[in-house]
């Protein structure tokens, strides 16, 4: 998604409707800064801002991720073709939480493991050891269900029988399961079976 172009599409149907950056941001409620920067290409408008900010520029929403007024012939390409592009950043997104995951859970075990061997060689048994060593664990805890929490976030689950690619995001019932790696024992909401469903990170089966 080219969000140079996107800006510069947004600058200049909102130049074409004689409106300032700042009576755009006044009909969306939101800040000059933040209208400014859509136009420079730093971020996105808001997904709970973008149907009002194609309403007010007569635009829609395929146009706007586009960053070109679309004819009616090449509408339907353009739409798979924003659609195949929304599939990637969310696998990419996907990708960067689960490696977020493995890089803050290993560091922390490592950073508790180094504590917990330097206390007990250089401290002696103790209430302050104690402390430490109580400390370092609910640390440790605290970056595992962080660390949980971007694993059930990230992605999608698939069943091992029927091969159905689906979307779980109950905390609670996920942590409870059991699980091997990011597979954890579910039903599938397809074919009512229990498996062992394997984290996968785009809903196309064939990536």
Same mark, same amino acid.
């Given at each position: 998604?080219?969000?140079?172009?996107?800006?510069?599409?947004?600058?200049?149907?909102?130049?074409?409707?004689?409106?300032?950056?700042?009576?755009?941001?006044?009909?969306?409620?939101?800040?000059?800064?933040?209208?400014?920067?859509?136009?420079?290409?730093?971020?996105?408008?808001?997904?709970?801002?973008?149907?009002?900010?194609?309403?007010?520029?007569?635009?829609?929403?395929?146009?706007?991720?586009?960053?070109?007024?679309?004819?009616?012939?090449?509408?339907?390409?353009?739409?798979?073709?924003?659609?195949?592009?929304?599939?990637?950043?969310?696998?990419?997104?996907?990708?960067? &939480?689960? *490696?977020?995951?493995? +890089?803050? !859970?290993?560091?922390? %075990? $490592?950073?508790?493991?180094?504590?917990?061997? =330097?206390?007990?060689?250089?401290?002696?048994?103790?209430?302050? &050891?104690? *402390?430490?060593?109580? +400390?370092? !664990?609910?640390?440790? %805890? $605290?970056?595992?269900?962080?660390?949980?929490? =971007?694993?059930?976030?990230?992605?999608?689950?698939?069943?091992?029988?029927?091969?159905?690619?689906?979307?779980?995001?109950?905390?609670?019932?996920?942590?409870?399961?059991?699980?091997?790696?990011?597979?954890?024992?579910?039903?599938?909401?397809?074919?009512?079976?229990?498996?062992?469903?394997?984290?996968?990170?785009?809903?196309?089966?064939?990536?």
């Amino acid at each position: 998604m080219d969000l140079i172009k996107i800006g510069k599409f947004i600058a200049e149907c909102r130049k074409k409707k004689n409106i300032t950056q700042e009576q755009l941001a006044e009909k969306l409620y939101i800040t000059d800064r933040a209208v400014s920067k859509w136009e420079r290409g730093l971020s996105l408008p808001d997904a709970d801002k973008m149907l009002d900010l194609c309403n007010i520029l007569d635009i829609n929403v395929n146009e706007l991720l586009n960053g070109e007024k679309i004819a009616m012939k090449d509408y339907e390409k353009k739409n798979e073709e924003l659609l195949l592009e929304l599939a990637k950043q969310d696998e990419l997104k996907n990708k960067r &939480l689960i *490696t977020d995951m493995w +890089v803050l !859970t290993a560091t922390a %075990l $490592i950073f508790y493991l180094v504590i917990a061997l =330097l206390s007990s060689y250089f401290i002696e048994e103790g209430p302050l &050891l104690a *402390t430490i060593i109580c +400390v370092s !664990t609910i640390i440790l %805890l $605290i970056v595992c269900f962080y660390g949980f929490k =971007l694993e059930v976030d990230a992605g999608y689950y698939e069943c091992r029988h029927c091969h159905h690619v689906f979307e779980e995001r109950k905390y609670f019932k996920l942590l409870m399961a059991p699980h091997m790696g990011t597979s954890r024992y579910q039903k599938c909401p397809k074919c009512g079976k229990w498996s062992m469903a394997k984290k996968v990170m785009s809903k196309d089966k064939n990536k």
